[in-house]
């Protein structure tokens, strides 16, 4: 199973950015799937996940801004970024957990490689 995201570059502040994200290779089912982020010099922390039902999870600093979405059937998650501000630069990482080739797979978790977002003021 591979995460592949895209989507990432350099904008400026007020701009704004999606990021997608494909899961791929033998998977059953994906659950949960979302995005983190981690900026230099700092711990990756939560940007918004969301499950199968599309139930949604924001970092409460992001709420507004950002905006989580995924098409189940292409096993791919979005994060529509808006109003982008420099200190939203990090690289954005996406992470799904996936039941890989039949119901009876074990659930596990993969990360994807990671895209660079940068906003300048």
């Known amino acids: 199973v591979q995460l592949q995201a895209s989507g990432g570059g350099a904008v400026q502040a007020g701009e704004s950015l999606r990021l997608s994200c494909a899961a791929s290779?033998?998977?059953?089912?994906?659950?949960?799937m979302g995005w983190y982020r981690q900026a230099p010099g700092k711990q990756r922390e939560l940007v918004a996940t969301?499950?199968?039902?599309?139930?949604?999870d924001y970092a409460d600093s992001l709420k507004g801004r950002f905006t989580i979405s995924r098409d189940n059937a292409k096993n791919t998650v979005y994060l529509q970024m808006n109003s982008l501000k420099p200190e939203d630069t990090a690289v954005y990482y996406c992470?799904?957990?996936?039941?890989?080739?039949?119901?009876?797979?074990?659930?596990?978790?993969?990360w994807g490689q990671g895209t660079q977002v940068t906003v300048s003021s």
């Open positions: 290779g033998n998977i059953f089912s994906v659950l949960n």
């Open positions: 992470n799904a957990d996936v039941r890989p080739g039949n119901r009876f797979g074990i659930l596990q978790n993969y």
């Open positions: 969301m499950t199968s039902g599309s139930s949604t």
